[in-house]
T-cell receptor, first 114, second 107 residues
């Protein structure tokens, strides 16, 4: 079974702090994704990566950056956290090839920025 | 306006009832996904469809490409089916998600 893990289930940070969210997958997937999920809005894509050191902006990249130094690990960075970044953050991965293929999700990190 | 609309937003059913959740989209797509999210956050992929119908256990998913519409049916519903069901379409090299349908099945 594919396993996607995220470093924290719950995180509380203060405005202005730098925040790192880590995601690791164990199935040698090429594609990795970061989403945020807010009530009534569904999942929105922040960034994705289709290879090591490659990244593409999603729909809402402002205020975020990403890092993919190793194939299995995709990090989401909030350079200076703000209260409007309070949300559920979900990481996902999928096999190489078409980005339309099934994505496997991590358990999510619920981030609160005070 | 969201490109993917789901209805209903909330649904409460009695155990054993037949349930239908609808998904309409406004753009041409090559694939549609149905996903399930249980309390606590974990999301599981149920189906990927590009045409016709798929069945897995008590779950059935259909898609009508011409009408830009898909339905997810649950037969003989059970309290363990309580979850958020999410429709997502593959459009412009990424998935676009609906807001989800919150389903509660009472015993």
């Amino acid at each position: 079974d594919v396993k996607v893990t995220q470093s924290s289930r719950y995180l509380v940070k203060r405005t202005g702090e730098k925040v790192f969210l880590e995601c690791v997958q164990d199935m040698d997937h090429e594609n990795m994704f970061w989403y945020r999920q807010d009530p009534g809005l569904g999942l929105r894509l922040i960034y994705f990566s289709y290879d090591v050191k490659m990244k593409e902006k999603g729909d809402i990249p402002e205020g975020y950056s990403v890092s993919r130094e190793k194939k299995e690990r995709f990090s989401l960075i909030l350079e200076s956290a703000s209260t409007n970044q309070t949300s559920m953050y979900l990481c996902a991965s999928s096999l190489a090839g078409s980005l339309r293929d099934t994505q496997y999700f991590g358990p999510g990190t619920r981030l609160t920025v005070l | 306006k969201n490109e993917v609309e789901q209805s209903p937003q909330n649904l409460t059913a009695q155990e054993g009832e037949f349930i239908t959740i609808n998904c309409s989209y406004s753009v041409g797509i090559s694939a549609l996904h149905w996903l399930q999210q249980h309390p606590g956050g974990g999301i599981v992929s149920l189906f990927m469809l590009s045409s016709g119908k798929k069945k897995h256990g008590r779950l059935i998913a259909t898609i009508n490409i011409q009408e830009k519409h898909s339905s997810l049916h649950i037969t003989a519903s059970h309290p363990r089916d309580s979850a958020v069901y999410i429709c997502a379409v593959y459009y412009g090299n990424k998935l676009v998600f609906g807001a989800g349908t919150i389903l509660r099945v009472k015993s």
